[in-house]
């Protein structure tokens, strides 16, 4: 039940980002791990709230006061569970989810919210370390089959699910590695890819059989699938950025998030030296950057790697000014849904000297 | 009117009627008989009409009578014109026949008595029409007015004595009644014989007092003698005319109510068949039965039983104790002796639990007891003549004070007996000494007694196993909150978990998520016509030890009936349920073990078959000899599912009820699915003694294993857990006034909310249930998915617990109205004034389409019956805004930022708030400079008294009385301690840091006359304001809001189950009360059908979130409605349901300064919320076709249940009864009409107000305006700043009183408060002395500057809420009784006195300066409970005290002279210190006291102890609360709160403010 106090005693405290002259010569994750004390204090600020807003603000339903509360009181293990029971793959929401759970905090009316997102990221982090994720493949088998396609976290989520109940599953993906967006979306330095394969692995060992360059209704028809499984779950990629509305947005003074993001994730599989390479268009003094987020502070860090090159950056963030993306289904089959109507861009700029420490700028 | 029409009609069922009464008897010691004892009777009785009532007519009461010795010489008289033949004296028998009007109705009934009566053997005499005069009687009393003869049968041959004789005259009245239900006769149920006995004669009726000898002319002749009279006036809480119901019974008179009475009349009917005896002609016995009729009062039924055990050789003396038997367990000075008495008798018959004075006659002997609590006065008088006079009051009868030999009260468990054959008064001692002597039972008990420790081990106790322990809580439907809220805290710390905010969750029968059985059941509670009961202060009276096995014989008294376990609690550990299940055959014990299990695949018939097979196992195995029926669940498995425990044990109880030989075993329940204290109640209340929760054990040892329990190990968990049930048990019987387990157990006080009728009446029945709903089917089908969720079909098994939901909104949990978006919605639309956005809120939480809520959710409006109007036809805003109100939420536990933007909201509205229960700073009583006001337009007094001055109670438009709370009914309200910082404390006259308790009952309301005092009290208090009374819905409220109605009450508040609150045990949250849909619905059909609707308005309220809901309301017939929950909401709370630890992040419900600073609430915030509400009332109105909401009250007919309900349990449910509308005339109202009358024009205040003295200070010039809204008419006056700029002239008056003189100086009191403000006047500005016999609650709220002086004695209530008044009583100057020895004021005196002086020579009944919060007090003896819950002021006792002094006493100093050195016995050590007066300090406070004391009424004591003070000093001792050593407490509540030093001010109070306080609260002198 948290500290009934802990909110009015403790302040928020996040983790610390390692220095920036270290982070532009590597491609790894910014910030640094959290001492374990700190950490229960911050799980001790949550009041435990007869309608915890954060559980209705997270898009998975995460129980978050249940495992702030076994955090506070050092029941790690508990925590963990508390955590896999709404959310297959906390390693990557606890690192690139935009934690709508943090702006909903009823902690946050009077003070700062609490540390939701670090806390997650540090159970599934400390459950790895001390191997308690496991494989869990399923008692029994039923016996039946099913195919899903894509492999992104949805179709992830989706096929652990169905296997543990005991089906034969298979994930069918059209690139060359698993992953979708996971790969070819976010960029190692919000996390590092060791932690999706880390996580394959244990599907793997579950029994879920994945095959990849497999791209449905090209080298594979549709017929053929269905006549091979009994159940097909599609989850397909957007693997397009969604058209923005801000004038102008496809010359070519702009670069979507999306293309550099790939790049530099097949640059990384290319082996090549983790070496500070610009990746905006070169010779360019400016650069502009669109993305579409709700969290600046992590853009603006994002930024850090691309401004290399630039002596400045022009950064346009578009927010969906009240609708928050709203949730279909259970987990495992998670999709985001955006109310096309109620979705206005709306186009923040932030202006970044070359090499500038993001942070603080990004903070204003 | 036919019989037809008094039966139960929509909610309304006659048998919650409550009665409660003026009771007594008047006896010649010598036993000479006499004309004068029944005219002094009679005028006695008329003294007493105030406990009476009256209902729509003033000239139809609710029933008088009398009960005299037969007047043979009378009968003599008057038979002989009939021609009957009398023999000598006590040779026949005669009694009073109610019959049909209808002749021949009348002759087929008297010829079947007249029939029995031969073939019993005896003659019949005849048959003497009973003279009567109907012309005084009001119309509703005269169309039930039955026809009247006296039956006259003459001693048979065969018989010799008179016993006898009345034996068979008893057997003859048995039969009579028998022979009448079963003929089936027209007008059968009218037939009725007020007694049938050649020793006593009974003349009742429905008449008020004054009626009794105008309707009975034969009580005017003087040749109708008797020895005795003993007289009842009644007031029922219903007017329908029933005569029957009129007491005297044939052997008592009754003034409280039985609690357990259900419960009784089951083991009764149970112990039928055992019953024999040889006193008895064979074969009569089985004539007598049923005992205990069915449908009758609770009297009535008491009554059949105290005259079979009388008929079959008890005296009444035993009868009485082993009904009502005083408390005993715990008693630490009481005999072993009386003891085992008390212990055998234990054995053959369960305790009558409940309130009550009850006079009893056999006619050789006439007694009083009263109940183990002491909750009814009972007074009486020794005259030197030889009478002796007992009765509710003191002063019923003039008798001058030099023929007065002594006087006295009845004790709580006491008995008082006079023997008309010895001619002498047998007190209590000597009369219980005898009965425990009467037989070797100390012997036998030593023999014979079996205790649990006693019982061999078991070969074999059952281990836990923590590999299937998660399967098996799946399979009883454990949650992880079972865990969290239930299981944890009782384990770690021994007490129930506590919530906030009350519920807005489904009701079990509405919600998608499997329930247990136990959520259906909703716990009782007692509300106006009994208090209850304080289990932690009052410990002494409760107790959880119980037996289990076979009764004997009730009629015999044989060492038999010790076949029994004792057992020291109902809960089991898995070592005891062993012990007990393998007993097997050793000392005659045999154990029949019965599974509770079914098969799975079989579904419902398979739960079915399981049922009987059960119940045929346990019958044949009772009759091979088994005495305890062990019912079991362990053994689930795959293939085997568990039946409900409560199902099949309630299941298997009464079946054996229904077969007779339920009393031959034991029950016992070993199951995984009771955990909660809920579950205990309702497995106890259904039959089980004990219980062994075998799940809830072994789910602790896991938390402990996991480290969930920090710091305690298996074994102090498993034992808190179980101190945790004793004490939740114990609380919730209280709630319904029941102190026993053995009253409790099979007592069933539940009532059920969605259960069909099939369903009730085979497994539960007579348990109300009133919307139908599901039955075995749907039992079987949530059991079965608790089930399978542990045995699922797919191999994926669940690793941990669903969460549950109940307590906090979880997205997969239980439905709740507010949850993330109901509240974001509200807030912003409140916020930003946007109607739009309301509306999307309400339709949020009216749209029940997909997740059903609340019974409303289901109603649906008849549109089509009216034409629509337009929207601008209908009434304004404006208008529809003043039927609003705030709930009543205290200043305490919300802060002075919430509760001041609440009521500032509600003065701009024109609505109401409401105080709550912490009193209100006198500060907002002015208006602030904009010209808003925060002064609460509702005063609520309760229990606690917190704050309750005169000047808090004349500052008022409604004084609100409340009885109950929807969150936690039958419970006191506690501020915990850190809670209670400084300006708290001031504005409650208490100490900060120190915890606040407020009583479980008014201790001035323990039944519905008191609180018809209380209402005249307020009245007094303040004229102008309305009364309102609020009850909280439950089965029979509606007969309960009638007898508030007819205690003269303006307003009567129904509350829903399901309100918020600061702070509540979440056993009371969740399972106690009901929707107030139904409560209002019962209310108003109850009201209309009495004819009362008139009279009073009737609001509600209870999670009301919508202009929907409103119209609900309005159209099941309330005319006000109340909010508290969503104003909150707008006001910024998040509903994080943690009031009660003072963190509430919003500033909301916290006194913390820091987190006050974060409120965000604005009054516009509240005022749209409630403008937006009546857009939304108006905007239905318009559709419904109503221009004014007084058109729609009432309109039920436009209600409909919604139809094509899809929902699997929904569907059940049936609405008609919530619909329906009682027609009883063609002139009855719907809604309030016309005022209360409030008799206030015959008060003795009247003419002390006309008063020459009196008006000289009334018409000087005023004080300061004190509170302007209150004082209007007086601004063209002269008011002055200062009252010592103006000389007050001294008034001194003299005037008799008798005890109907009630409430006086009340009135006065109030004029001076609100002329002078609150300080009052200068002390003894009004001097007034009266000699004669109080009425009660004299000098009730007086304030400073009055004095009332009283030579004679008083009633109860005595300085309730004394403001800084002196009031000074002793016995008259000529009467030669030594004072200190003789009772001279009542019960409960002083009671929330806030200020003053009272100096009393002679003792003080109970409860003396019970809630005392700032007055001194001086007393010569007092009752028990002295000083309970006392926060304040000084009491000095010269002389002996009652058991429990100071229990609960959390400030304030008492000082007892304790000369026989014995005090600390008596004293509950809990909370105080008893300790040597030695600080110098304390001589100067007693001395002064002393002085005083004296000075004021020539105490003989004070003159002793003033003579030898140094000897004095030795004997008194000084009791402190602990945690009131002054430096310790500073220093602590610095450390604890350092923000309390420098913060006091910052707080908002301001020195004036703080003076005022002062001057209102703290004595002067």
């Not at chain 2, 006065?377 to 008798?399: K, Q």
């Not at chain 2, 004095?1512 to 309390?1540: I, S, Y």
Request: glycine share 10%.
């Amino acid at each position: 039940m948290g500290k009934v106090t802990g909110f009015l005693e403790f302040e928020r405290e996040g983790a610390a980002s390692r220095a920036v002259s270290e982070r532009i010569r590597d491609w790894k994750e910014v910030p640094l791990p959290v001492d374990g004390a700190l950490l229960r204090q911050q799980g001790a600020r949550c009041m435990d709230c007869g309608i915890p807003f954060c559980h209705q603000g997270c898009p998975l339903g995460n129980i978050i006061p249940d495992w702030n509360d076994l955090v506070y009181r050092n029941h790690w293990r508990d925590a963990i569970d508390a955590l896999h029971a709404t959310n297959n793959f906390p390693e990557f929401t606890g690192r690139l989810c935009p934690a709508p759970c943090e702006a909903s905090c009823v902690v946050a009316i009077g003070s700062e919210a609490v540390s939701i997102k670090l806390i997650e990221k540090t159970i599934i982090e400390r459950a790895w370390e001390e191997g308690w994720v496991v494989p869990e493949p399923p008692a029994s088998e039923t016996g039946r089959s099913v195919a899903v396609v894509g492999s992104g976290p949805a179709g992830l989520a989706c096929a652990q699910q169905l296997r543990r109940v005991g089906h034969r599953v298979t994930v069918l993906e059209r690139a060359d590695k698993v992953g979708g967006l996971l790969r070819y979306g976010i960029p190692e330095f919000k996390m590092e890819k060791r932690v999706l394969d880390r996580r394959l692995a244990q599907m793997e060992a579950e029994g879920i059989e994945f095959k990849t360059g497999v791209h449905v209704g090209v080298n594979l028809d549709a017929a053929t699938l269905r006549a091979k499984y009994d159940a097909l779950v599609l989850c397909g990629g957007a693997c397009q950025a969604r058209d923005l509305p801000i004038p102008g947005v496809n010359s070519r003074a702009y670069t979507l998030h999306w293309s550099t993001s790939r790049r530099q994730t097949g640059e990384l599989r290319e082996n090549r030296s983790p070496k500070p390479r610009p990746s905006a268009p070169r010779g360019r003094k400016s650069s502009s950057l669109v993305a579409e987020t709700q969290a600046p502070t992590a853009w603006a860090r994002r930024t850090v790697s691309i401004a290399r090159a630039c002596t400045s950056l022009r950064l346009s963030l578009v927010r969906p000014t009240h609708a928050r993306p709203r949730i279909r289904g259970r987990n495992g089959t998670t999709s985001f849904v955006y109310p096309a109507p109620t979705k206005r861009a709306v186009s923040v700029s932030i202006r970044l000297a070359r090499r500038s420490s993001s942070e603080t700028t990004a903070a204003g | 009117m036919d019989d037809s029409e008094l039966m139960k009609q929509g909610l309304y069922d006659p048998r919650y009627e409550h009665d409660s009464c003026g009771v007594g008897f008047l006896v010649h010691l010598k036993g000479e008989r006499s004309h004068r004892i029944v005219r002094d009777a009679i005028t006695a009785l008329n003294n007493l009409n105030h406990r009476g009532a009256c209902g729509c007519e003033v000239n139809t009461g609710d029933g008088a009578g009398v009960l005299i010795q037969i007047p043979h010489e009378f009968f003599l008289e008057k038979c002989t014109p009939w021609g009957i033949r009398l023999p000598g004296a006590r040779e026949y028998g005669a009694g009073c026949l109610f019959m049909p009007k209808h002749p021949d109705q009348a002759i087929h009934g008297k010829r079947l008595f007249e029939e029995i009566v031969v073939e019993e053997g005896q003659r019949f005499l005849g048959w003497r029409p009973v003279p009567t005069s109907n012309h005084s009687l009001g119309a509703s009393a005269i169309t039930r007015e039955p026809a009247m003869a006296q039956a006259f049968v003459g001693c048979g041959s065969g018989i010799d004595a008179t016993d006898q004789f009345e034996r068979k005259l008893y057997v003859i009245r048995k039969r009579f009644e028998s022979a009448l239900n079963a003929s089936g006769m027209h007008g059968y149920r009218q037939f009725y014989f007020c007694s049938l006995s050649c020793h006593t004669l009974v003349y009742k009726g429905m008449l008020t007092p004054w009626q009794l000898d105008l309707y009975f002319p034969d009580l005017r002749e003087p040749s109708l003698r008797s020895s005795f009279c003993m007289f009842h006036s009644r007031f029922s809480t219903n007017t329908f005319p029933n005569w029957q119901l009129a007491h005297p019974y044939r052997m008592i008179a009754h003034n409280g109510e039985i609690n357990t009475l259900r419960g009784n009349i089951n083991w009764m009917r149970a112990r039928e068949t055992l019953m024999e005896s040889e006193l008895f002609d064979p074969g009569d016995v089985r004539k007598l039965l049923p005992i205990i009729a069915e449908g009758q009062s609770d009297t009535a039924s008491i009554d059949n039983v105290v005259e079979l055990l009388v008929k079959a050789g008890r005296s009444p003396a035993q009868a009485m104790t082993m009904l009502i038997p005083e408390a005993w367990e715990n008693h630490q000075s009481m005999s072993q002796e009386k003891k085992d008495f008390y212990d055998f008798q234990s054995r053959l018959m369960e305790p009558w639990d409940g309130p009550a004075s009850i006079v009893v006659t056999d006619g050789k002997t006439i007694g009083a007891t009263l109940d183990r609590n002491g909750l009814r006065p009972s007074r009486y008088w020794v005259s030197r003549d030889a009478l002796v006079i007992m009765a509710s009051e003191v002063g019923v009868l003039d008798i001058p004070p030099d023929q007065i030999a002594g006087k006295g009260r009845l004790e709580p468990g006491k008995m008082f007996l006079i023997d008309l054959d010895s001619q002498r008064i047998v007190d209590d001692e000597e009369l219980k000494s005898g009965l425990a002597a009467s037989r070797p039972y100390s012997t036998w008990l030593r023999e014979r007694r079996v205790t649990l420790d006693g019982l061999p081990e078991a070969p074999y106790v059952p281990q836990s196993d923590a590999e299937s322990l998660l399967r098996r809580q799946l399979t009883f439907g454990y949650t992880q909150e079972d865990l969290k809220y239930i299981l944890g805290p009782m384990a770690k710390d021994g007490l129930w978990a506590i919530g906030s905010m009350g519920t807005d969750t489904p009701l079990a029968v509405l919600s998608d998520r499997p329930q247990l059985l136990y959520n259906y059941f909703k716990q009782l509670f007692a509300q106006v016509t009994n208090p209850p009961l304080d289990p932690i202060r009052e410990e002494l009276v409760t107790t959880v030890s119980t037996s289990l096995g076979p009764e004997d014989n009730l009629l015999a008294e044989r060492v038999n009936a010790l076949q029994q376990i004792s057992l020291p609690s109902f809960v089991l550990t898995n070592r005891d349920a062993a012990r007990i299940r393998y007993l097997d055959g050793w000392r005659g014990f045999r154990t029949e073990i019965l599974p509770m299990l079914f098969r799975a695949e079989e579904g419902s018939a398979g739960m079915r078959w399981a049922l009987e097979n059960l119940f045929r196992k346990a019958k044949a195995a009772i009759e091979s000899g088994a005495s305890i029926l062990f019912l079991s669940d362990r053994g689930t498995d795959a293939e085997h599912a568990p039946i409900p425990s409560l199902l099949a044990c309630s299941g298997l109880h009464h079946f054996l009820v229904r077969e007779q030989i339920r009393t031959r075993a034991g029950l016992v329940v070993e199951s995984g699915d009771c955990r909660e204290v809920h579950h205990f109640c309702l497995l106890l209340g259904y039959g089980a003694a004990a219980i062994n929760p075998y799940l809830a054990f072994e789910s602790i040892e896991r938390m402990v294993a996991e480290g969930q329990l920090e710091g305690i190990d298996t074994g102090e968990a498993v034992e808190s857990f179980i101190k945790a049930v004793y004490k939740g048990v114990v609380k919730v019987m209280s709630k319904m006034g029941i102190s026993t387990i053995s009253g409790y157990h099979g007592a069933q006080i539940f009532e059920a909310i969605g259960l069909n009728e099939r369903f009730i009446d085979r497994y539960f029945p007579n348990t109300p249930s009133r919307i139908r709903g599901i039955g075995v089917e749907e039992i079987t089908r949530e059991t079965l998915t608790h089930h399978c969720s542990a045995f699922p079909k797919r191999p994926h098994a669940r690793k941990s617990l669903p969460c549950g939901g109940q307590y906090q909104w979880r997205r997969n949990g239980e439905h709740h109205l507010f949850n993330p978006e109901t509240v974001y919605t509200l807030q912003r639309a409140t916020r930003s004034g946007n109607y739009e956005v309301f509306k999307s809120y309400s339709d949020r939480v009216n749209d029940q389409g997909k997740r059903l809520c609340t019974l409303r959710g289901l109603m649906e409006f008849n549109f089509d019956q009216r034409r629509p109007i337009p929207v601008d036809e209908v009434e304004s805003v404006d208008s529809i805004v003043k039927r609003f109100c705030t709930g009543a939420m205290s200043y305490g536990s919300i802060s002075a930022e919430a509760h001041s933007t609440l009521a500032i909201a509600m003065n701009r509205l024109g609505g109401w708030s409401n105080t709550g229960e912490g009193g209100e700073d006198p500060e907002r009583f002015l208006p602030l400079p904009n010209g808003d006001s925060r002064r609460s337009r509702i005063k609520q007094v309760a229990s606690g008294r917190f704050g309750v001055t005169s000047g808090y109670l004349v500052s008022a438009d409604e004084l609100q009385i409340k009885m109950a709370q929807g969150a936690k009914p039958g419970e006191g309200g506690e501020l915990p301690g850190h809670k209670v910082y400084p300006w708290i404390a001031k504005t409650r006259h208490t100490t900060p840091g120190v915890g606040l308790i407020s009583p479980p009952p008014h201790h001035d309301i323990y039944s519905i006359e008191d609180l018809a005092q209380l209402i005249f009290d307020l009245k007094n208090a303040n004229p102008r304001a309305r009364i309102s009374v609020k009850l909280v819905a439950e089965v029979g409220v509606g007969t309960v809001a009638a007898g508030v109605a007819k205690a003269h009450a303006d307003v009567v508040l129904v509350s829903g189950h399901d309100g918020g609150t600061g702070a509540s045990p979440l056993t009371s949250i969740k399972h106690a009360g009901i929707p107030w849909e139904l409560g209002l619905a019962e209310t108003q059909q109850t009201l209309v059908l009495n004819n009362l609707r008139d009279r009073i308005v009737v609001q509600t309220d209870g999670q009301l979130k919508t202009g929907r809901d409103v119209v609900v309301a309005a159209l099941l017939g309330a005319e006000e409605f109340g909010f508290a929950s969503a104003p909150l909401v707008t006001l910024g709370c998040v509903m994080m349901r943690v009031c009660h630890q003072d963190t509430c992040p919003v500033g909301v419900a916290t006194q913390n300064p820091e987190l006050r600073k974060r409120f965000q609430g604005r009054p516009e915030h509240v005022v749209n919320f409630f403008r937006f509400i009546a857009q939304e009332v108006r905007e239905l109105m318009a559709q419904l076709g109503f221009r004014t909401m007084d058109a729609m009250i009432g309109r039920s007919d436009l209600l409909d249940m919604r139809e094509a309900i899809d929902h699997h349990k929904a569907r059940g449910l049936d609405f008609s009864e919530i619909f329906h509308r009682p027609v009883p005339g063609q002139t009855v109202e719907y809604r309030r009409t016309m005022p209360q009358d409030h008799g206030l024009a015959d008060a003795l205040d009247l003419q002390l107000l006309q008063h020459f003295a009196i008006r000289r200070i009334l018409d000087l010039p005023q004080r300061v305006r004190w509170c302007p809204a209150v004082q209007e008419e007086m601004a063209t006056k002269k008011v002055v700043p200062n009252l010592s700029e103006v000389e007050i002239p001294r008034a001194e008056l003299e005037l008799p009183i008798r005890n109907v003189n009630r409430t006086l100086g009340t009135l006065l009191g109030s004029e001076i408060t609100r002329r002078f403000g609150l300080e009052g006047l200068p002390d003894d500005s009004i001097r007034i002395k009266f000699g004669g016999s109080a009425g009660q609650s004299f000098g009730a709220f007086l304030p400073r500057g009055i004095t009332l002086i009283l030579e004679g004695d008083s009633n109860d209530y005595v300085g309730k809420g004394l403001s800084g008044g002196k009031i000074v009583a002793f016995p008259p100057k000529t009467s030669t009784f030594r004072a200190e020895d003789n009772v001279l004021i009542g019960n409960v005196a002083l009671y929330g006195a806030t200020g003053g002086r009272a100096f009393f020579r002679g003792r003080a009944g109970e409860r003396f300066c019970v809630r005392n919060s700032g007055a001194f007090a001086v007393a010569e003896g007092t009752g028990d409970h002295c000083c309970e819950y006392m926060t304040g002021g000084v009491v000095v006792v010269l002389g002996p005290t009652g058991r429990n002094f100071a229990a609960g006493m959390s400030g304030g100093v008492a000082f007892v002279l304790d000369e026989a050195g014995d005090f600390g016995v008596r004293c509950n050590p809990e909370m105080v210190n008893i300790e040597p007066v030695d600080d110098p300090e304390d001589h100067q406070v007693i001395l002064q006291l002393l002085r005083e004391h004296l000075e004021n009424t020539g105490s003989s004591v004070a003159l002793r102890l003033l003579g030898d003070w140094d000897d004095a000093v030795r004997k008194l001792v000084k009791v402190m609360p602990k945690e009131c050593g002054r430096d310790l407490q500073d220093e602590g509540r610095a450390r604890l709160h350092p923000e309390w030093v420098v913060n006091a001010e910052a707080a908002g109070q301001t020195e004036a403010a703080d003076r005022q306080i002062e001057a209102a609260g703290v004595p002067h002198g």
